[in-house]
T-cell receptor, first 112, second 117 residues
C-alpha cells in the first residue's frame, strides 16, 4: 500500500463545475500537508498548504482530517486552465528538513 | 530567472553509460533535494543536503547513484552504468531553513529528463 493514496482519475468536468479530490495517508507521524499542481511534463508547483482548520485560496479550498488521515481539495467554478494533475503531498520530515511524500496525482480535465 | 536551474534538461544515453545532472538552487537556499519521477507516478525522494552535508539518502539511491554538493551551492547527481529502469525525470528542489522570511517552501526546478536506450 502506498503511503499517500489518490484516485488517479481522470476527472472530466465542464467549465464552471465544482470538483473535489481526496487523498489518504498512512503515516500518522506526518507533519504537514500540501497540494501541488503539475502540468504535463513540468515540475510540481505548490498550490496550497493544508490545515486542520481548513483553508481557502480563491476558488480552492483544502481540508485536513488528522483523525481519519484524510486530505481534500475542492475547486469551485472550474476553469480550462485548471486542467492539470493535482498531487497530494505529506511531509514526513522532522524539524530539520522537509521529506515530501507524493501521491500519484489526480488528473483533472476541464472542458469547454 | 532566479529559480532552481537544472542542466541538461534532456539526456538520451545508451545503457551502461554514465550520466551527470547539475542543479543550481535558488541563491541563499541552504537546503537542496533530489527527487525522481517516473511516468504515472508522483515524485519520489532520493536525497537531501543541508549546505554541503548530505544528511539523508533514500533506499532508492542505489550504489550506482551518487550526489554531491561540494561547496554548499550547486549539486550534481551522477548515475553510473545506467539501466533502462533509470529512465525518469530527475527533479532538484531547494528551500531555506524555517524561520527565515521565505519560510520553508520547497521550490522545484524544471527537471532533467533521462531516457536510457
Amino acid at each position: 500500500r502506498k503511503e499517500v493514496e489518490q484516485d488517479p482519475g481522470p476527472f472530466n468536468v465542464p467549465e464552471g463545475a465544482t470538483v473535489a479530490f481526496n487523498c489518504t495517508y498512512s503515516n500518522s507521524a506526518s507533519q504537514s500537508f500540501f497540494w501541488y499542481r503539475q502540468d504535463c511534463r513540468k515540475e510540481p508547483k505548490l498550490l496550497m498548504s493544508v490545515y486542520s482548520s481548513g483553508n481557502e485560496d480563491g476558488r480552492f479550498t483544502a481540508q485536513l482530517n488528522r483523525a481519519s488521515q484524510y486530505i481534500s481539495l475542492l475547486i469551485r467554478d472550474s476553469k480550462l486552465s485548471d486542467s492539470a494533475t493535482y498531487l497530494c503531498v505529506v511531509n514526513r520530515g522532522n524539524t530539520g528538513f522537509q521529506k515530501l511524500v507524493f501521491g500519484t496525482g489526480t488528473r483533472l480535465l476541464v472542458s469547454p | 530567472d532566479t529559480g532552481v536551474s537544472q542542466d541538461p534538461r534532456h539526456k538520451i544515453t545508451k545503457r551502461g553509460q554514465n550520466v551527470t545532472f547539475r542543479c543550481d538552487p535558488i541563491s541563499e537556499h541552504n537546503r537542496l533535494y533530489w527527487y525522481r519521477q517516473t511516468l504515472g507516478q508522483g515524485p519520489e525522494f532520493l536525497t537531501y543536503f543541508q549546505n554541503e552535508a548530505q544528511l539523508e539518502k533514500s533506499r532508492l539511491l542505489s550504489d550506482r547513484f551518487s550526489a554531491e554538493r561540494p561547496k554548499g551551492s550547486f549539486s550534481t547527481l551522477e548515475i553510473q552504468r545506467t539501466e533502462q529502469g533509470d529512465s525518469a525525470m530527475y527533479l532538484c528542489a531547494s528551500s531555506i531553513s524555517p524561520g527565515r522570511t521565505s519560510g520553508n517552501t520547497i521550490y522545484f526546478g524544471e527537471g532533467s529528463w533521462l531516457t536510457v536506450v
